[in-house]
């Protein structure tokens, strides 16, 4: 199995993804247009990215006092992936792009991410650019989201602060106006920026000719006072370099200031910065804010005080943008390890005689454990990837469906986008650790790649909302929003599927498949039943308590879900589908019955690590 193979089974075997060339914004369109896309992304990835993953691991990005100094490989993947279209993949014909499915153009970008998820393949600038199109004047569109689909520009993601971290209602980065005519620039209302971005990915680079920061900032009133909490973010965007309003460089650095790079565990290739905005080092254009030109110069994105409604635009894209990214990780060392396990030998078969020295040795993938650990890789990898292409094509249905489609496809998408960010995170890091267990005392060196897979997965638990941040959203908002519609159309969902193993030809003569249903109707109405016992007190502190247990019981009701409508996919002969049909039989025996254990402690509220003083620690 190939992840080509993979990835082609789930987008037309199991999605039907080719039936999406009957709407008339992808008419365009066949699965011969959509293999050739395809093609090219997964021979870009095999050519410019995968040879160079340990390359720019070893080569992190450096800063000489001036800019920020990277491999050369780095900037040949960039080249080439921006020349391929994929950064406006899914935009319209008149602005440059494929109008792709997204459905089609996640799975394309699979391969970039198998292939080194640390070079990157511009996730941050699709999000951003889709951002301005979305929130932005049509001016800013033009100005700074074309030239982001065109590749010439990238686009980053300003939210953290040092001292602020994931609260973001803490954020202490001001924005003034810039002058009595601030409303009337082109670009949007101008105003002056000053404080620190902590953790911005891509935050500085010379990979393209200017870099637009979307930042999260607070306007104080009359009083010099801004309004407590989330309510009083507002959106700029922010570039690197100053344009005119047809966006030309005007040959002004903006008072935008690189403060240092962090070197973290994974993820080494990209640049990761602390920024400083508007602290005089590049002053810029008149008085400013300190009668010098200090302040970086931003312009007002959507209303004032809706910043973050319009931000989460693009964090949700990045959630899901990480889902897949820890998925691939989770894939590229399965991959290795079953080539590992095929030739590794060590030990011998044990016989009802023992073990007979004299024997030859066994490869490993002859030993139980080792299958294991290989169906574990499996299990997780490949239903990751089905859910993460699941929610990509509920994308295209909310953006092309009918009106009841639509709706439906954006309930399902805001109950499932923390499942499909955290559920990877957590058990595709898992199979990478698995990854090193089959390689032995090899796997923790840097002769071979599954080290670097899961150091460069372990960040993303914390990537775009950390793990308990998932958890706190779906438990405490996502589940409850619209009066529960979101959760009773997933479970509807669900049930269809259950019925649908449950009425298919021959289903009494198929044991596996049987019990696989009853087994995932079960663990859904324990998942319903435990999100009424949460909230039964009524008290947050005491639902929200054991939230990351529910998630995680709720991810793995998501996933069983996704191997039971896989398996009915793959009921043709063929090693492939004994092979998805054995992971799905792996999960449903091996990982769902976890969930009682995490369900125990969400029904009883059990408020064991709550209440527990600092000082027992």
Not at 122 to 148: C, D, I, P, S, Y
Not at 596 to 616: H, I, K, P, Y
Request: proline share 4%.
């Amino acid at each position: 199995m190939t992840l080509r193979s993979t990835v082609d089974f789930l987008l037309h075997d199991w999605l039907q993804v080719s039936t999406l060339s009957q709407r008339e914004r992808f008419a365009d369109h066949s699965r011969d247009t959509f293999d050739a896309v395809l093609d090219t992304c997964e021979r870009i990835a095999r050519d410019k990215f995968a040879p160079f993953n340990r390359t720019v691991d070893i080569e992190e990005p450096q800063f000489d006092g001036e800019q920020v100094v990277l491999p050369q490989a780095t900037y040949d993947a960039r080249e080439a992936y921006a020349a391929s279209g994929m950064l406006s993949a899914a935009q319209d014909y008149d602005i440059g792009g494929m109008q792709l499915p997204y459905t089609v153009e996640s799975a394309a970008n699979a391969f970039f991410a198998c292939a080194s998820v640390s070079i990157g393949a511009g996730m941050l600038t699709v999000g951003n650019a889709n951002l301005l199109m979305a929130h932005g004047t049509e001016k800013q569109k033009e100005v700074f989201a074309l030239r982001e689909f065109a590749g010439d520009w990238a686009g980053t993601m300003c939210l953290s602060e040092p001292q602020a971290g994931s609260s973001l209602s803490d954020i202490a980065t001001r924005a003034m106006p810039d002058g009595d005519a601030f409303e009337a620039d082109p670009l949007g209302p101008r105003y002056r920026l000053k404080g620190n971005k902590m953790w911005i990915s891509t935050g500085d680079h010379e990979l393209t000719e200017n870099i637009v920061h979307l930042v999260l900032a607070k306007i104080p009133g009359p009083d010099g006072k801004t309004i407590p909490g989330v309510k009083g973010i507002s959106l700029f965007v922010v570039p690197k370099k100053l344009v005119d309003a047809q966006g030309a460089m005007t040959g002004e650095r903006n008072d935008v200031a690189l403060a240092g790079l962090n070197h973290k565990c994974g993820w080494r290739g990209t640049v990761n910065t602390l920024l400083n905005f508007g602290e005089g080092k590049y002053p810029v254009r008149g008085a400013g804010l300190d009668g010098k030109g200090a302040g970086a110069i931003g312009y007002l994105v959507g209303k004032p005080g809706e910043g973050l409604r319009c931000m989460f635009h693009m964090m949700n894209e990045a959630r899901i943008g990480v889902g897949m990214a820890a998925t691939m990780l989770g894939l590229a060392g399965y991959y290795a390890s079953l080539d590992y396990a095929k030739t590794r030998p060590q030990g011998r078969p044990m016989t009802s005689a023992g073990k007979d020295a004299a024997s030859p040795q066994a490869r490993i993938i002859e030993h139980a454990d080792v299958k294991r650990m290989l169906l574990a890789q499996k299990s997780y990898g490949e239903g990751a990837l089905a859910l993460e292409l699941y929610c990509a094509r509920l994308v295209d249905e909310q953006h092309t469906g009918d009106a009841e489609s639509a709706n439906q496809a954006r309930l399902l998408l805001e109950v499932l986008t923390p499942i499909a960010k955290s559920w990877p995170s957590e058990w595709c890091l898992e199979a990478n650790s698995l990854a090193i267990q089959i390689h032995g005392g090899y796997g923790y060196t840097r002769d071979y790649p599954v080290e670097q897979y899961w150091r460069d997965n372990r960040l993303n638990m914390i990537h775009e909302g950390t793990h308990g941040i998932q958890a706190l959203d779906l438990l405490g908002r996502k589940v409850l929003m619209e009066e529960g519609k979101g959760l009773w159309l997933l479970a509807d969902r669900i049930n269809v599927t259950v019925q649908k193993a449950l009425d298919a030809d021959n289903a009494h003569e198929n044991v596996a498949r049987t019990e696989h249903a009853h087994a995932l109707a079960q663990a859904l109405q324990r998942v319903g039943r435990a999100t009424k016992m949460a909230w039964s007190s009524g008290v947050p502190n005491e639902a929200l308590a054991n939230a990351v247990p529910y998630m995680q019981a709720f991810g793995h009701t998501v996933l069983a879900w996704m191997w039971l409508e896989v398996a009915l996919a793959s009921e043709g002969e063929g090693a492939a589908n004994a092979g998805r049909r054995a992971a799905a039989q792996f999960f449903f025996h091996y990982e769902l019955p976890k969930i009682g254990a995490w369900l125990n402690v969400v029904e009883s509220r059990d408020m064991t690590c709550a209440q527990l003083s600092e000082d027992a620690f």
